[in-house]
């Protein structure tokens, strides 16, 4: 039995996913923060960012540079696209265990990456040890990663909505279409003519219609379920809430189904995920609030033959830190669960 506590880093503290990852963090009983970093707000202390820390995490923010990476066994990169790369690339041979919340290792290749990112990727070679993050399909894989790629907000709930269809050989290669809905923290810390007040409230919209690059990490891991190479249909919309996606997916199927059929396979597929909840009614994004959860409702359609699968997250956390906490844990050889189980808030 280890005596002491697992010590981590969360590089890039500026950010909603910073904060969500000290959060979790500061309460889990197997982990030690022992460095929080930002470039832009070096020296000052992290409850001055985020004051809901204050007097629970007062710390001194650090810059990157400053990590002493020998004393770490795990590594947060909560940093942009493009950033993280050149601190993996630095990293990756110290004994660390990394886990990269951007975009920049969650692809096939960095040809792909630099098709969907328009941005050129100066670590290629990390793409040989990238294992994608998402516990309910890669556990295993993820046990024994150095360098784990944590999965989008708007892949998390996508894929885990659709999994079960394409895992079965049921999906087809013509995919799904899959309509998603985020909160405004799904955009960023950083505010823009998007995000400013007046857009977003009493407002819902579209975005990055037939090019958003979540697209190509949702179909990829579809493709790679089915073992065939699979097209599909994303659009994201903006909500104006503060947290929250709400993805439906339809797909329609050849083989014969019903409702006890589709509820089973779905029940069956995620038996032993203790963060999927397989519900028997349509979930809405406050029950999964402020947790790890991950709330499906499979419904067969006999009119149209179609599934349509409704999938609720919380896109800061299991879209983001918190999946990435259940990685660490999976990583340490630890019980998955501990440190998550957060009851969601409502309202």
């Known amino acids: 039995m280890r005596n002491q506590r697992y010590k981590v880093s969360i590089v890039g503290a500026s950010g909603y996913t910073g904060s969500e990852l000290a959060r979790i963090l500061i309460n889990h009983p197997e982990v030690e923060i022992v460095s929080i970093t930002s470039e832009s707000h070096k020296g000052k202390r992290f409850s001055d960012l985020h004051g809901q820390f204050s007097g629970i995490i007062d710390f001194e923010l650090i810059g990157a540079d400053e990590v002493n990476i020998e004393e770490v066994d795990v590594v947060f990169l909560a940093l942009p696209h493009g950033v993280s790369m050149e601190f993996v690339k630095r990293w990756i041979d110290d004994g660390v265990k990394i886990i990269d919340l951007s975009g920049d290792f969650r692809l096939s290749s960095p040809e792909v990456y630099e098709d969907w990112y328009k941005k050129d990727h100066t670590f290629p070679k990390g793409f040989e040890q990238a294992v994608y993050g998402m516990p309910e399909l890669y556990s295993d894989e993820i046990s024994t990663a150095t360098l784990v790629a944590n999965p989008g907000c708007y892949p998390t709930a996508s894929i885990l909505s659709l999994a079960p ?3 079965s050989g049921l999906g087809s290669v013509s995919g799904a279409v899959i309509d998603a809905k985020s909160g405004l923290t799904g955009a960023g810390v950083k505010a823009s003519n998007t995000t400013h007040f007046s857009n977003v409230n009493d407002n819902f919209k579209a975005y990055g219609i037939g090019n958003h ?8 891991q579809l493709s790679f379920l089915m073992k065939n190479s699979v097209i599909l249909q994303f659009t994201p919309h903006l ?3 503060d947290r929250g996606i709400l993805a439906t997916s339809y797909l ?4 014969e189904m019903d409702q006890e059929s589709l509820t089973s396979l779905y029940k069956d597929f995620y038996k032993n995920k203790p963060f999927v909840r397989v519900r028997n009614q349509a979930p809405s994004i406050k029950e999964v609030r402020g947790s790890n959860y991950a709330d499906i409702y499979p419904f067969w359609d006999k009119r149209t033959k179609r599934a349509i699968v409704i999938a609720a997250i919380d896109n800061l956390v299991k879209g983001a830190a918190g999946q990435a906490v259940h990685n660490m844990n999976i990583m340490l050889g630890l019980n998955e669960s501990i440190g998550l189980l957060q009851v969601p808030m409502q309202p």
Do not use: A, C, M, Y
Request: charged residues 30%; hydrophobic residues 40%.
């Open 165 to 167: 269809l394409f895992g």
């Open 213 to 220: 690059r979540h697209t190509v990490e949702i179909q990829e």
């Open 239 to 241: 909500l104006p809430v």
């Open 252 to 255: 329609s199927l050849d083989k």
